[in-house]
């Protein structure tokens, strides 16, 4: 427990301090989301890729791996869709409700590998995260439309210009082809990715809006428990049931025991979801992670 802690805390005393910040005149409103698309456009992409194209992709054991994820996914979805028409909750609901459920904080989520298990940890995380981010895209997109017409080009296509797949799709081609990293372009991508993931989760904290904590908190909290509690035990199960080994079980459970990503609050706004529901599901499970996370991680790792 105490290693734990002592990973833990320092990323979120950097959520705090990025939440702390945004409440000063430090930085102008303007700073923030030139801060998020510089990190999401380019910084973060260039750990991808960098990872990605080391990664151990003929690891027999991968296509197991994809599966686990598909049917944690799969399970997950079904049964709050199933909860939808039980409690005829609708749509724009519906679909903050399956984000907080399904989707994944990829900066908190990296950064707690990078610091357990370092680029070891981060080449199989960032296998999981080339299967994970177009998945809960395109879970995210059918449940904020359902019940509506929508064309295969709609799905696709906030998909196809993601520029986390875009870079995870680069990455994979570069470890494939002869190619590589050449001319020192691996030292370049380090040294942009360096910054990634410390001004992503400033970016996090600076992101959170705890007035949305004051609406429908009993919601919330069974949302968040959902995902930061029984989340974890559906991966550890499924990952038995496929046989994983025990680095990549403890990898999956990470995915599943972190907060849901802030973006989803952007993708459920453009899509004519609940937001604020969203924003409220995505706040309440950052805060509290710092209590819950420090348990999961603890018992995964004995």
Do not use: H
Request: charged letters at 10%; glycine letters at 6%; proline letters at 6%.
């Amino acid at each position: 427990m105490e290693k734990i802690l002592l990973v833990l805390w320092p990323l979120f005393a950097l959520i705090a301090i990025g939440f702390i910040l945004r409440r000063t005149s430090l930085f102008s409103n303007d700073f923030w989301p030139s801060a998020e698309k510089l990190n999401y456009f380019i910084l973060f992409p260039a750990l991808l890729i960098n990872s990605l194209a080391s990664a151990p992709l003929d690891n027999p054991k991968l296509t197991f791996l994809a599966s686990a994820i598909f049917c944690i996914l799969g399970a997950s979805s079904f049964l709050v869709l199933l909860c939808k028409y039980l409690f005829k909750i609708t749509v724009p609901r519906f679909g903050a409700y399956i984000q907080g459920i399904t989707r994944f904080n990829t900066y908190l989520g990296l950064a707690i590998i990078a610091d357990l298990f370092g680029q070891e940890g981060v080449a199989i995380a960032a296998v999981i995260m080339a299967i994970l981010v177009p998945s809960c895209n395109v879970i995210a997109v059918l449940s904020l439309t359902s019940g509506e017409k929508i064309s295969i080009k709609q799905i696709l296509f906030p998909i196809i210009k993601n520029p986390l797949i875009i870079s995870c799709l680069v990455g994979i081609l570069l470890n494939l082809s002869p190619i590589g990293l050449p001319f020192g372009s691996g030292q370049l991508l380090k040294l942009l990715a360096a910054s990634s993931l410390p001004l992503g989760l400033i970016c996090i904290g600076g992101a959170l809006q705890t007035a949305t904590l004051r609406r429908e908190f009993q919601p919330l909290i069974i949302s968040t428990l959902i995902r930061l509690l029984a989340m974890p035990v559906l991966a550890v199960s499924i990952a038995y049931l496929f046989s994983l080994p025990e680095f990549e079980t403890l990898l999956l459970v990470i995915f599943f025991a972190i907060p849901t990503a802030p973006t989803a609050y952007i993708l459920t706004r453009q899509l004519n979801g609940d937001s604020q529901l969203m924003a409220g599901i995505i706040t309440l499970q950052t805060v509290m992670a710092v209590f819950t996370l420090p348990l999961v991680l603890s018992l995964a790792i004995q």
